[in-house]
C-alpha cells in the first residue's frame, strides 16, 4: 500500500455553490481535513477508504461519542467509560459501569492511535474501527440500546438530522453514516507528543533515570511493547494466573493455544489510565512493575520470553517506572478539539 507522509483524504464536496467567507466555512460545504501521521509513527492501518475525513463529519462523531442519547436510558455515553482526562480509559475504576449500573468484566482500555490498531478489545473480537461500537452500543453492561432504536432518536433529533444531512445530502440518518462519523472521531484520536517522542526528535534530553529505564525497557519490555505505538498487537499470555478467570483470546478462537491471552496493551499515556491489565487489578504503575519483576505465575500458555523472571532490583523498578511516565502526553488530555462538545 503506497501511503505518503501525509494521507490526504479528499472530502466530498456536496454544494459546489457554496462559498467560503473569510475563512468561515458556511454549514453547506463539508471540508475535507487531513489524518496527519506523526513523523516517527509508521503508516497506519486504518486509511478512510471509504469514509473521506470532513471537519464536519469529525465533530459530528465527537457530538455523539458525548451523547447519552445512545444509550438506552440516556443516561451513559462512550465518555461516560472514556475520559479525556484519563486519557480515554475510565475514571479509575477497574470495571465500569454501564446502564442499570451493571458492571462489565473487563477495564475500559485507554483509547487513542486507533488508526493503527489491527483489532480492538482485549481479545481482538471486533477487527474493524467502523463496526467497533456495536458491542458498546448493544450490550447489556454497556449502553444497552439497539440500533434500530439509536437510528430512530438520532432521526427524530432536529440536531443530527441537520448535521447528517450536510454530510450526506439525505434527509434519513442510516446505521451506516452514523458509524462512519463516529469511527471519524475515533480514529483521529492520535497521541505523540509525549517526552518520549520529543527525546525521540531530539527536542529535549532524557535524565539520567529515564535512560536507565529506557535501556531497561529496550532490553526487556520492547519485543511486546514494541516502539513507536508501544504495543505489537499481538495476543500473549503475560502470567497474571496459574488459574484461568476470563480465558482471552480463547474467548474468540476457541484454540486452547489461546487461553488466558491477551492483546499487548500500548503503553503510551499509562500514568493516566489506572487501574492496570485487563481487570483492573493493580491499582499504580509501582505494582504493576513488581508484578513483571517476581511475580508472573506459569501457565501452559505463558509466553516464553517470561519463563525466567525479569527480578529487577528496587533502583531499576524504580528507572522502569519513571521511564514509563515519560509516555505521558499532556497535550492530548488537554487537547479541546477532543473534548466534549458545546451544544
Ligand atoms: C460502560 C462502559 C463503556 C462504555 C459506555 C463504552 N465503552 Fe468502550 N470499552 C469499554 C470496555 C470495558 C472495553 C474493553 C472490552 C473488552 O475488551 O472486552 C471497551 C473497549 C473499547 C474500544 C477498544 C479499544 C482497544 O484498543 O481495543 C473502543 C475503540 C471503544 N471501547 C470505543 C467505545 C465507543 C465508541 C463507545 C460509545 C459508542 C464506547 N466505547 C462505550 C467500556 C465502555
Ligand atoms: C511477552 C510479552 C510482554 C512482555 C515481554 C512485557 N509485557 Fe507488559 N503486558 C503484556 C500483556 C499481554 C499485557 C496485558 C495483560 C492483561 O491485562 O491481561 C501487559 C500489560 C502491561 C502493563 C499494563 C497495561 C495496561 O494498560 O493495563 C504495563 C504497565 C506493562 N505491561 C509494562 C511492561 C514492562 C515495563 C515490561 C518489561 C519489564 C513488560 N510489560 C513486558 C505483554 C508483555
Redesign the pocket.
Given at each position: 500500500m503506497l501511503l505518503e507522509k501525509k494521507i490526504v483524504l479528499v472530502g466530498v464536496i456536496l454544494l459546489t455553490f457554496s462559498c467560503k467567507k473569510e475563512g468561515k466555512i458556511t454549514p453547506f460545504s463539508p471540508s475535507s481535513i487531513t489524518f496527519t501521521q506523526p513523523s516517527n509513527f509508521p503508516a497506519p492501518h486504518y486509511t478512510f477508504e471509504n469514509n473521506q475525513l470532513t471537519q464536519e463529519g469529525f465533530e459530528l462523531g465527537r457530538y455523539l461519542f458525548y451523547d447519552p442519547i445512545l444509550s438506552l436510558d440516556s443516561t451513559i455515553s462512550c465518555a461516560s467509560c472514556h475520559a479525556q482526562s484519563h486519557s480515554f480509559a475510565d475514571h479509575n475504576i477497574p470495571l465500569s459501569k454501564g446502564v442499570d449500573k451493571k458492571f462489565g468484566r473487563r477495564?475500559a482500555?485507554?483509547l487513542f492511535n486507533l488508526a493503527w490498531s489491527t483489532s480492538f478489545m482485549?481479545d481482538g473480537g471486533v477487527n474493524n474501527i467502523e463496526v467497533q461500537p456495536l458491542v458498546p452500543l448493544t450490550s447489556p453492561h454497556e449502553l444497552g440500546e439497539s440500533m434500530t432504536n439509536i437510528v430512530l432518536k438520532l432521526n427524530r433529533s432536529n440536531f443530527y438530522l441537520t448535521k447528517f444531512k450536510v454530510l450526506y445530502g439525505s434527509g434519513q440518518i442510516t446505521d451506516q453514516h452514523f458509524l462512519k462519523v463516529l469511527a471519524q472521531f475515533t480514529s483521529m484520536l492520535v497521541s505523540s507528543n509525549s517526552r518520549y517522542d520529543q527525546y525521540i526528535s531530539g527536542k529535549i534530553n532524557f535524565t539520567s533515570e529515564e535512560l536507565a529505564g529506557y535501556a531497561?525497557?529496550k532490553n526487556?519490555?520492547a519485543?511486546?511493547?514494541r516502539e513507536p505505538l508501544f504495543t505489537d498487537y499481538s495476543f500473549?499470555n503475560?502470567g497474571?494466573e496459574s488459574v484461568i478467570q476470563d480465558s482471552?483470546r480463547y474467548r474468540i478462537t476457541q484454540n486452547t493455544n489461546d487461553l488466558g491471552k491477551?492483546?499487548?496493551?500500548s503503553?503510551r499515556n499509562?500514568e493516566f489510565?489506572y487501574p492496570?491489565?485487563?481487570?483492573g487489578r493493580f491499582t499504580n504503575?509501582e505494582q504493576?512493575?513488581a508484578f513483571?519483576s517476581n511475580g508472573i505465575k506459569n501457565y501452559p500458555t505463558l509466553?516464553p520470553?517470561?519463563k525466567t523472571p525479569?527480578a529487577f532490583t528496587k533502583e531499576e523498578q524504580k528507572a522502569?517506572v519513571t521511564f514509563?511516565r515519560s509516555l505521558s502526553d499532556y497535550e492530548y488530555t488537554s487537547n479541546p478539539k477532543y473534548a466534549e462538545p458545546v451544544r
Amino acid at each position: 500500500m503506497l501511503l505518503e507522509k501525509k494521507i490526504v483524504l479528499v472530502g466530498v464536496i456536496l454544494l459546489t455553490f457554496s462559498c467560503k467567507k473569510e475563512g468561515k466555512i458556511t454549514p453547506f460545504s463539508p471540508s475535507s481535513i487531513t489524518f496527519t501521521q506523526p513523523s516517527n509513527f509508521p503508516a497506519p492501518h486504518y486509511t478512510f477508504e471509504n469514509n473521506q475525513l470532513t471537519q464536519e463529519g469529525f465533530e459530528l462523531g465527537r457530538y455523539l461519542f458525548y451523547d447519552p442519547i445512545l444509550s438506552l436510558d440516556s443516561t451513559i455515553s462512550c465518555a461516560s467509560c472514556h475520559a479525556q482526562s484519563h486519557s480515554f480509559a475510565d475514571h479509575n475504576i477497574p470495571l465500569s459501569k454501564g446502564v442499570d449500573k451493571k458492571f462489565g468484566r473487563r477495564n475500559a482500555p485507554a483509547l487513542f492511535n486507533l488508526a493503527w490498531s489491527t483489532s480492538f478489545m482485549w481479545d481482538g473480537g471486533v477487527n474493524n474501527i467502523e463496526v467497533q461500537p456495536l458491542v458498546p452500543l448493544t450490550s447489556p453492561h454497556e449502553l444497552g440500546e439497539s440500533m434500530t432504536n439509536i437510528v430512530l432518536k438520532l432521526n427524530r433529533s432536529n440536531f443530527y438530522l441537520t448535521k447528517f444531512k450536510v454530510l450526506y445530502g439525505s434527509g434519513q440518518i442510516t446505521d451506516q453514516h452514523f458509524l462512519k462519523v463516529l469511527a471519524q472521531f475515533t480514529s483521529m484520536l492520535v497521541s505523540s507528543n509525549s517526552r518520549y517522542d520529543q527525546y525521540i526528535s531530539g527536542k529535549i534530553n532524557f535524565t539520567s533515570e529515564e535512560l536507565a529505564g529506557y535501556a531497561l525497557f529496550k532490553n526487556n519490555c520492547a519485543s511486546c511493547h514494541r516502539e513507536p505505538l508501544f504495543t505489537d498487537y499481538s495476543f500473549r499470555n503475560s502470567g497474571l494466573e496459574s488459574v484461568i478467570q476470563d480465558s482471552g483470546r480463547y474467548r474468540i478462537t476457541q484454540n486452547t493455544n489461546d487461553l488466558g491471552k491477551f492483546k499487548v496493551p500500548s503503553l503510551r499515556n499509562i500514568e493516566f489510565t489506572y487501574p492496570y491489565m485487563h481487570d483492573g487489578r493493580f491499582t499504580n504503575l509501582e505494582q504493576v512493575i513488581a508484578f513483571k519483576s517476581n511475580g508472573i505465575k506459569n501457565y501452559p500458555t505463558l509466553d516464553p520470553l517470561l519463563k525466567t523472571p525479569f527480578a529487577f532490583t528496587k533502583e531499576e523498578q524504580k528507572a522502569l517506572v519513571t521511564f514509563l511516565r515519560s509516555l505521558s502526553d499532556y497535550e492530548y488530555t488537554s487537547n479541546p478539539k477532543y473534548a466534549e462538545p458545546v451544544r
